[in-house]
């Protein structure tokens, strides 16, 4: 049997092949094209493809890598290069709610188009600023509103001259005290002392006590019907602001129909502000003049939860702490005269709101760690 030839040693050369620089075609690797970003892992980049396809609820991906493989920079530009080619998702809004302040109404824009409501909303208060103290110390306002109360009192003077000429011509004085009405007996046109009534014949004076019955019934219709004029008059008065701040607002709010056309949610919000003002329009002044109540102007706003103006493509996210909080949001509270208040201004969007329409990526061992935020 042949002896095998002896080991040899490599020489140095066979252990080390040397790169001069001269014989590379490039100065610096900025001109070359970026790497792929498949790191040898063919059927993991293949199974990310199909699992970040998935446009139905209820998939997601789980990514496990060993340390120091740079996992999540490989998966985290593989999602922002696939959402660059992806539509950008719309914004999302929240207005107040007038029937329900506890219920805000959420609203899509088109992306871009939540700060532009915003704005338009923003100007819309500030026409409000002035055009409403302008209707109510307008000549034309202050003219109609007296012939108004004018009207009411005339009609009601009216009506007790009415029952004081009939007790008149019955011998009964109708006397308007600090207090209300008293009918008194008269006699020759003068009205009778207690001691001289008593003087007189309990015939005559049972006679006069029926007629005092009598017109004590009618005036009391009479008084009983006040409240009912008032109502009237309160309701007059109530279409002759609704008449006036319509004239008023009708420039503003126009525009901006005409502008958000397109948007009924935005359509329905601007009708509810007029409505609103036109029900709360003695909230926009005092004895004093007109003033702007914060919380009624407040509530004309927008609250842009997220906004995708300056977005290109889907949104790629990725929750660093993934608490309940910074997944779902966040409800803020301010002290008011001692007690915490909120409303839908303070509503704060979480990672699920941002990363809408897109990509979330969260570290998995992260959020099982904090409470409530897997169930989140």
């Not at 001069?20 to 075609?25: G, R, S």
């Not at 005339?154 to 008293?182: H, M, W, Y």
């Not at 005409?258 to 004895?287: G, M, Y």
Request: with cysteine.
């Amino acid at each position: 049997m042949a002896q095998s030839d002896p080991v040899k040693p490599l020489p140095l050369e066979a252990l080390y092949r040397r790169c001069p620089p001269e014989a590379l075609e490039f100065a610096t690797t900025d001109q070359l094209d970026p790497l792929s970003l498949t790191w040898g892992q063919e059927r993991a980049m293949r199974a990310l493809d199909l699992g970040s396809r998935m446009d139905n609820g209820g998939f997601n991906l789980y990514v496990q890598a060993s340390p120091g493989t740079r996992a999540l920079e490989q998966v985290r530009a593989f999602l922002r290069e696939r959402a660059s080619t992806e539509p950008v998702p719309d914004d999302w809004c929240y207005l107040y709610n007038f029937t329900d302040p506890d219920c805000p109404i959420a609203v899509q824009l088109p992306p871009g188009k939540g700060q532009v409501l915003r704005a338009d909303l923003e100007m819309l208060i500030d026409e409000l600023s002035t055009s409403v103290p302008a209707v109510f110390e307008s000549e034309e306002y202050q003219g109609k509103l007296n012939e108004l109360q004018e009207a009411f009192n005339a009609g009601q003077q009216q009506r007790l001259d009415v029952i004081g000429k009939e007790a008149a011509d019955q011998g009964i004085a109708l006397i308007s005290t600090p207090t209300g009405f008293n009918l008194a007996p008269m006699q020759d046109g003068q009205v009778i002392e207690p001691e001289t009534y008593k003087k007189l014949p309990e015939g005559e004076r049972k006679a006069i006590e029926e007629k005092v019955v009598k017109l004590q019934s009618r005036l009391q219709q009479v008084i009983q019907d006040v409240p009912k004029l008032r109502k009237d008059a309160q309701q007059q008065v109530r279409q002759l602001n609704e008449e006036m701040l319509h004239f008023a607002l009708g420039g503003p709010v126009e525009e901006l129909r005409d502008r958000w056309r397109d948007q009924q949610p935005v359509l329905e919000h601007l009708d509810r502000i007029t409505a609103d003002v036109i029900e709360n329009a003695q909230a926009f002044r005092n004895e004093q003049g007109v003033v702007l109540p914060i919380d009624v102007l407040r509530r004309y706003q927008a609250n842009v939860l997220v906004d995708r103006g300056e977005d290109e493509g889907a949104p790629v996210v990725y929750e660093d702490l993934p608490n309940h909080n910074h997944l779902v949001g966040v409800i803020e509270q301010q002290i008011r005269d001692g007690a915490m208040v909120t409303d839908f201004q303070m509503i704060r969007a979480g990672s699920l709101h941002r990363a809408n329409g897109g990509y979330l990526i969260i570290d998995a061992r992260r959020i099982l760690s904090h409470s409530l935020a897997w169930e989140s």
